[in-house]
């Protein structure tokens, strides 16, 4: 299991640094500031990126496998959860799109940590706008396919022998 489950976690860490590194690009150079959604969704990729790459150099035995799987798929379906939300936002007809809220910033200078994580889920205004897509699917579309696919690729991982 250890050179298989070195590969998965060096594949998933690729995944996650490149789109990372491509919202950041999208950020700088085409000035696509990212809706607090979208921030929660790259730091569960972040999270992802970190679990893997802490899980390729550790190279565990079976055990260990297991509890890094367990961990990445937590991640990547809280991720999965949020990207949901955020598409479902972008789904709702013009009239039923909550209004825009403040920033993140502020929302963290203001409220405790488990209101702004209240708020940010439940959605602003500005993270219905569809600001990029890509073969008819938004950023958070595309954010909640890879997550699925590396939850799927932890299952995989998790109910294997």
Request: aromatic fraction near 14%; charged fraction near 10%.
């Amino acid at each position: 299991m250890g050179l298989q489950f070195r590969l998965i976690t060096a594949v998933i860490f690729f995944i996650c640094i490149s789109l990372l590194i491509y919202a950041y690009w999208l950020e700088i150079a085409r000035h696509l500031d990212p809706c607090p959604l979208c921030i929660f969704q790259r730091l569960a990729f972040m999270m992802i990126a970190l679990l893997s790459l802490v899980g390729f150099l550790h190279n565990p035995a079976t055990i260990g496998c297991r509890v890094y799987s367990v961990l990445g798929f937590i991640c990547a379906l809280a991720g999965s959860l949020i990207a949901g939300r955020h598409v479902w936002l972008q789904s709702l007809p013009a009239d039923k799109v909550p209004e825009c809220g403040p920033g993140l910033d502020y929302l963290l200078e203001t409220f405790p940590l488990n209101d702004v994580f209240r708020k940010v889920v439940t959605g602003s205004g500005e993270c219905a706008t569809v600001d990029w897509s890509f073969m008819g699917a938004s950023m958070p579309a595309w954010a909640l396919m890879w997550l699925l696919f590396i939850a799927t690729v932890y299952f995989l991982v998790l109910v294997r022998r």
